[in-house]
């Protein structure tokens, strides 16, 4: 399999792990052309226009709305119907998603000066979040445990769900982790006219504050496209992992690692830094044996093949240096004393120290949410959380003491910005 191989020590060596990262995430204008006229029917139209776009893009043989509403009661049964061994796997990622994102909640908090002013913060979760979660081939219930959890842990007072079912074809593990993760209403649609409906509201669907969960090019438009009307978590760009190892973890480990990256899709994108060139080539001899036997052996193959690499570094200091340029939605640290390397490093969603911590356990069961920061963006923001789904309002309370010396400088500020409302509401409140 051919992998493209970089060196720290090659003169263009910066100029080519950019171009090698470099990835356009802007839909096209057919793209936004058919998302705007979409958004625009769902908004007039409601629930008639939802119907119409089921019928046309998921082949739903759908005469009413109601064909489209998936209740609490399937949930049930869908739970009802998985094996047993799949239900007590979501239950115990449902418990430790729990247990974890308990950590993050942030608490309402205030403080007294000494003249009787009182400063503060409250927060408060949002009324209601809308989840998308992709259906047909793409059905992960990994992603509704991942985005529902913290909005519940949160205190979201209601869950809406939207899932596309193609053909009229449910995934019954998803369902079941949506009534695992308490969401309160399920909707069987998809696609920009899933976003629409969750943005404005229809007949049936109710208009939520924010909208997460990942999707296709049209979900990621839509979602621009209404953000403003509605929160959004992020647009997510293809898969990262970025290993760093010292040659000392076996290299089918390695490799199976990055394959793990690699088999989302072909723009999915897998990394390898070490310093110790013959491991670099031990790895590569892994990928080549090990790449046949896997189901998604040609998306891994192609996927490896555009945007992967093998990246030869002078020292781990440089393989430090070389992450925190890369910025990457997994990075995981296959080496001795991770912990402390871990400290160096500035951008990365999710780093996973040592040997035996595999990325895909974080993207089940770990703890930790898996909705990352991809494209660099790490470098800006987080991994989702509970904070996504709560929202800060500062509390401030003058004594008249307080208000009366606030109100001398504010005064100051005001007419210095010729803003005269401004100074003399503050000043009506001086103390003469």
């Known amino acids: 399999m051919q992998i493209r191989q970089l060196d720290s020590t090659s003169s263009g060596f910066w100029d080519d792990l950019d171009a090698l990262l470099a990835w356009e995430s802007v839909a096209d204008e057919i793209v936004i052309g058919t998302v705007r006229e979409i958004l625009t029917q769902v908004r007039a139209r409601g629930d008639a226009a939802l119907l119409e776009y089921s019928r046309r893009f998921d082949r739903?043989?759908?005469?009413?709305?109601?064909?489209?509403?998936?209740?609490?009661?399937?949930?049930?049964?869908?739970?009802?119907?998985?094996?047993?061994?799949?239900?007590?796997?979501?239950?115990?990622?449902?418990?430790?998603?729990?247990?974890?994102?308990?950590?993050?909640?942030?608490?309402?908090?205030?403080?007294?000066?000494?003249?009787?002013?009182?400063?503060?913060?409250?927060?408060?979760?949002?009324?209601?979040?809308?989840?998308?979660?992709?259906?047909?081939?793409?059905?992960?219930?990994?992603?509704?445990?991942?985005?529902?959890?913290?909005?519940?842990?949160a205190g979201v007072d209601q869950l809406i769900m939207v899932v596309p079912t193609p053909d009229g074809i449910r995934n019954e593990l998803v369902l079941a982790a949506a009534r695992i993760a308490g969401v309160d209403k399920v909707f069987a649609i998809g696609g920009a006219q899933a976003v629409a409906a969750l943005a404005w509201g229809t007949e049936s669907v109710p208009a939520v504050d924010k909208i997460v969960g990942p999707g296709n090019i049209y979900v990621a438009a839509a979602k621009s496209m209404v953000f403003g009307r509605v929160g959004i978590d992020m647009i997510a760009g293809p898969s990262e992992i970025l290993v760093v190892c010292d040659g000392k973890t076996d290299p089918d480990w390695i490799a199976m690692d990055l394959f793990s990256q690699a088999e989302h899709d072909e723009d999915a994108q897998s990394i390898l830094v070490s310093p110790d060139a013959a491991f670099l080539e031990r790895v590569s001899a892994s990928i080549d044996r090990l790449a046949h036997e896997m189901e998604r052996?040609?998306?891994?193959?192609?996927?490896?093949?555009?945007?992967?690499?093998?990246?030869?570094?002078?020292?781990?200091?440089?393989?430090?240096?070389?992450?925190?340029?890369?910025?990457?939605?997994h990075l995981e640290l296959s080496i001795d004393e991770p912990d402390a390397v871990a400290t160096r490093i500035r951008h990365a969603g999710a780093i996973f120290m040592g040997r035996y911590t595999a990325e895909a356990l974080g993207d089940y069961c770990a703890g930790p949410n898996h909705v990352l920061p991809t494209s660099r963006t790490a470098r800006f923001s987080s991994p989702l959380g509970v904070y996504d789904f709560q929202k800060r309002s500062s509390l401030i309370m003058c004594s008249a003491q307080g208000a009366s010396e606030l109100g001398k400088t504010a005064s100051v500020l005001a007419r210095g910005e010729g803003l005269t409302a401004h100074a003399r509401s503050a000043e009506f409140r001086i103390k003469q």
């Open 60 to 153: 739903v043989d759908a005469e009413s709305f109601d064909a489209l509403t998936i209740s609490a009661t399937m949930l049930d049964a869908a739970l009802a119907s998985i094996p047993e061994q799949q239900r007590a796997a979501l239950e115990l990622a449902a418990q430790r998603l729990r247990s974890y994102h308990e950590h993050q909640k942030l608490e309402s908090w205030s403080y007294t000066e000494e003249d009787g002013t009182v400063l503060g913060q409250q927060v408060t979760a949002l009324d209601r979040v809308g989840l998308y979660v992709p259906g047909g081939k793409a059905a992960y219930p990994s992603s509704v445990l991942m985005n529902a959890i913290p909005a519940k842990v």
């Open 297 to 329: 052996a040609e998306i891994i193959r192609a996927s490896l093949g555009a945007r992967g690499a093998l990246v030869k570094v002078r020292d781990l200091d440089e393989a430090v240096a070389v992450a925190n340029h890369i910025a990457p939605e």
